[in-house]
């Protein structure tokens, strides 16, 4: 007997590359399979590959599209599971594939609504995909979320992903969110369990991310007479061409060059140039891996069907695997308390607390307490200087998380609220800082060098009390788990690519203990970032009330 006959099996953005490979993985071994995206064309032809696969197994297995689904639209996913229940479908298995590029640039040049999309489809796809399907999973089932080793593999440990903040940020948070859906399904009997595959051989990595990087790097640092701008024109016009014929990429060069007006010398040497960063950052890779292998997409299909065997599920519940094939060499960037210092960094500085409409009464009292505190150090509020020209420091609270039982019972417009303010309203803020502090600097990065300045991002708090369950962290967990990458992601960017003394510090308090976070802490933390030492560091996060 096929070991996964008489199964059925979810696996989104099916239609292509891995998804496609894990869905023909389970047919070959007897499951039936439902698969949907955005495209109808290739989910049929996928659709025709697994007929013939189920035809020669003799599995008696189906297979089932659904088109036009993107798993970050709620009726469209809402209105895919009410169907298979209205078929009394049952599902053993779902697979959280889908997934997008995302901008492949600094943040400080990506455009907000793409940073949102990215955030949509990677987190509330897994997120929204995994609550909806509960109506249609019986104890044994199995939820399998893929992320990336682009995040964090261990707590202290951050590995950033320069030009991919967004889906660094989003990685981060669904590698926490796996975690929390393990402990709030146990009494359902379903599982949750992630795996972070590493590089994986794909069109979208070749095509898509390394040419798009390699194009960043220009942008940034130049290239022959052409404007930062004039650099992004082109490659948007050329990039594509990789990979073509030479008659093709001729022809390419020649209408971008006339549509552009440019010399088809420039954009062919600019091609190039493309191509062998892109060459390199392939090659950077794949040192970090014992074997220099990417993985092919079958061997992570193979992964996912072992991670679906009942054995082997029971055992990993809750974990992310595998956890170290990818060696990423980097610096500490998590710090616990600082030493408070004899020295008032914050004496004759400007700084602005932002607003927050988010804040709880009680949020809004500890904004307002440290904003006094600020002043009695000889700060100086924003809000009493005419022009910010001297600006030095931003703060933003996100506030904490509010009360609720679980994340799996949250309506859509609750999860959607939570999304907003502790990563959307976060990143906007971030941005929004960074252009005051580098004016035009989104546009021209060649303006961010030497640029000075801090944003202070002060995150949720960990639960405090006396008997708090690994539940209750895990769920504040998912939202710092968005905010620990993106930090990482983003002062990489600022410090080794636009050579900028502009930092994002992270700010978590609380401690794994449950002890209370201290107004104290956090006040000696940020007259620390004042200092010239904090700039000068790799740690951009810390942890004050920890002593660890």
Not at 423 to 432: E, L, P, R, V, Y
Request: with cysteine; aromatic share 6%; proline share 4%.
């Amino acid at each position: 007997m096929l070991k996964f006959q008489n199964k059925t099996v979810l696996v989104t953005g099916s239609g292509t590359g891995i998804g496609q490979a894990i869905t023909k993985k389970f047919v070959e071994n007897g499951a039936s399979a439902i698969i949907l995206g955005r495209r109808k064309e290739p989910l049929e032809e996928t659709a025709k590959m697994l007929e013939g696969i189920i035809k020669e197994k003799q599995s008696n297995a189906t297979i089932k599209i659904f088109d036009g689904v993107d798993v970050s639209d709620e009726k469209a996913v809402t209105g895919m599971f009410d169907a298979l229940k209205s078929e009394n479908v049952n599902l053993d298995v779902v697979v959280n594939n889908a997934g997008v590029s995302g901008p492949v640039t600094c943040f400080a040049h990506a455009p907000l609504d793409q940073f949102r999309s990215t955030v949509d489809i990677h987190l509330t796809g897994t997120f929204w995909t995994s609550v909806q399907a509960l109506k249609v999973m019986k104890e044994g089932a199995k939820i399998i979320t893929i992320s990336t080793f682009f995040a964090e593999e261990r707590p202290l440990e951050q590995r950033p992903y320069r030009f991919r903040g967004p889906y660094t940020a989003s990685q981060g948070a669904k590698n926490r969110l796996v975690e929390a859906m393990s402990w709030e399904l146990t009494e359902k009997g379903i599982i949750s369990i992630g795996t972070n595959p590493g590089p994986v051989h794909s069109d979208r990595i070749y095509k898509t991310v390394y040419p798009k990087a390699a194009s960043e790097f220009l942008r940034v640092s130049g290239f022959e007479d052409l404007s930062p701008s004039e650099v992004e024109a082109a490659n948007n016009e050329i990039v594509g061409l990789l990979g073509e014929d030479e008659e093709t990429i001729k022809s390419g060069i020649k209408s971008a060059a006339e549509k552009l007006g440019k010399s088809e010398t420039t954009l062919t040497n600019l091609l190039d140039k493309v191509k062998g960063i892109a060459e390199k950052i392939q090659k950077n890779t794949s040192t970090m891996i014992p074997d220099q292998q990417f993985l092919s997409q079958e061997q992570v299909a193979t992964t996912v069907l072992t991670l679906a065997d009942d054995a082997q599920a029971k055992i990993l519940n809750g974990k992310i695997i595998p956890g170290d094939r990818v060696f990423y060499p980097v610096k500490s960037h998590i710090r616990a308390s600082v030493p408070k210092s004899e020295k008032n960094n914050l004496n004759g500085k400007n700084v602005y607390v932002m607003p927050n409409h988010h804040l709880s009464t009680a949020e809004q009292e500890r904004s307002d307490r440290i904003s006094s505190m600020i002043k009695e150090m000889g700060g100086q509020s924003a809000d009493s200087v005419d022009a910010r020209d001297n600006l030095l420091m931003y703060i933003h609270f996100t506030g904490n998380i509010p009360n609720f039982s679980k994340l799996t019972e949250l309506s859509r417009a609750e999860w959607d609220k939570l999304v907003d303010r502790f990563i959307d309203s976060t990143a906007g803020f971030a941005q929004n800082a960074l252009d005051e502090l580098v004016i035009e600097g989104s546009t021209d990065p060649r303006k961010f060098k030497d640029a000075k300045g801090r944003i202070v991002i002060i995150g949720p708090d960990l639960p405090a009390g006396k008997k708090i369950s690994g539940h209750e962290r895990a769920k504040v967990e998912v939202f710092r788990g968005a905010l620990r990458p993106f930090a990482t992601t983003v002062n990489q960017e600022l410090s080794d690519v636009l050579k900028s003394n502009i930092r994002v510090f992270l700010i978590l308090p609380g401690t794994v203990d449950g002890k209370e976070s201290s107004d104290e802490n956090i006040m000696n933390t940020i007259n620390y970032l004042m200092s010239d030492e904090a700039i000068s560091s790799s740690e951009v996060i810390f942890c004050p009330d920890e002593t660890r």
